[in-house]
């Protein structure tokens, strides 16, 4: 069972890259894990065969962005395929700095809801928000939870063009680095002040939503001019291969792209769980088992977290409560 995340190119879609993998590695079972927008590129992790059973738990992990804000202009879809429907005042983009932006920008750490684009795959009465916006119906869906957990301003300048253009990945995440590498972003609609961002965000936190909402708390229409995933979960922009290479290199274990935390088992109670037998384990939160090659046994999670059972003979108890919790299989794969 094996992953493969690529580098999602510039103007495809999500379902473009997954027709063009199909073709590559000749199955018709694959699927990914996380949409990006035609307009995005960067990490989109590829699920073929058994591994589409992965599907939610690599949707579920934190997303890492490079985004770049182009403040004073809207268009309906928030990003940069247009066409520009609100024009801000002249004034009104030359009050805007650098000190003003990461105030702002700040605020958002706190935000827990968030109304999705209209241009979006949300569903609302059974059908895609896309659907209706393109007949017209330009209604927003309702908000919905969603987590930033660390917006970081990283330049601004009064064009995108005098903005850093190559990145690499440091210990800190994907900065400006000049000996990095050049990201392909589409073409700028407007003139205008951006800035650009390192993002963090749960999953379900749309970006174009932030660079929307950053503009209205600054007092402008704002439009996303520019995105890169660098991250989801446990896969980095490094892990990934172009589209154009797929196939040609082995993919990514599925241990090392999940993000949940983990616990080795043994061969008896691999079986047990394979089997669905009851036990306990020292879990307290949803984590994936695996065998001591790397082999995943299951998903699971605290049957009852509210509720400790002294641990079985050879058992080890849990570190952080002393502990093994009745657990509950969410998956399991077999070998």
């Not at 660390?150 to 190559?166: D, N, Q, T, Y």
């Not at 009851?278 to 088992?289: A, D, F, G, W």
Request: hydrophobic letters at 40%; a neutral charge.
């Amino acid at each position: 069972m094996t992953v493969y995340p690529v580098d999602k190119p510039l103007g495809l879609t999500s379902h473009d890259v997954v027709a063009q993998a199909r073709r590559r590695l000749g199955t018709r079972r694959v699927g990914h894990a996380g949409t990006l927008d035609p307009l995005a590129t960067g990490v989109l992790t590829l699920l073929v065969n058994e591994s589409t059973k992965l599907s939610p738990y690599l949707t579920a992990g934190h997303k890492r962005y490079l985004a770049w804000v182009a403040l004073g202009a809207g268009t309906p879809t928030l990003d940069a395929e247009g066409p520009v429907t609100e024009v801000a005042e002249p004034q009104a983009t030359s009050r805007l700095y650098q000190e003003r932006i990461e105030v702002a920008s700040a605020e958002f750490e706190n935000v827990t809801l968030q109304r999705p684009p209209a241009f979006s795959a949300v569903k609302q009465q059974g059908q895609r928000s896309y659907a209706a916006a393109r007949r017209g119906e330009l209604d927003e869906p309702p908000e919905r939870p969603v987590s930033y957990l660390s917006v970081r301003l990283l330049a601004f300048a009064r064009s995108r063009e005098a903005l850093p253009h190559r990145f690499a990945r440091t210990p800190a995440g994907w900065r400006a680095d000049p000996a990095g590498r050049e990201f392909d972003l589409p073409p700028t609609l407007l003139d205008l002040p951006t800035a650009l961002f390192a993002l963090e965000v749960g999953a379900g936190t749309y970006v174009r939503s932030f660079a929307r909402d950053l503009g209205a708390a600054l007092g402008v229409p704002a439009h996303l001019a520019g995105l890169v995933r660098t991250g989801a979960g446990n896969v980095d922009l490094t892990d990934c291969t172009p589209l154009e290479e797929l196939g040609a290199h082995p993919g990514m274990a599925p241990l090392d792209a999940l993000s949940q935390p983990r616990l080795q088992v043994d061969g008896a109670t691999a079986s047990a769980v394979r089997q669905g037998k009851k036990l306990t384990l020292p879990i307290v939160e949803t984590t994936v088992l695996h065998e001591a090659d790397g082999a995943l046994v299951a998903m699971v999670e605290p049957r009852a977290p509210e509720a400790t059972t002294p641990p079985a003979a050879g058992e080890a108890p849990d570190a952080s409560t002393g502990t093994v919790r009745p657990v509950r299989v969410l998956r399991a794969w077999q070998r």
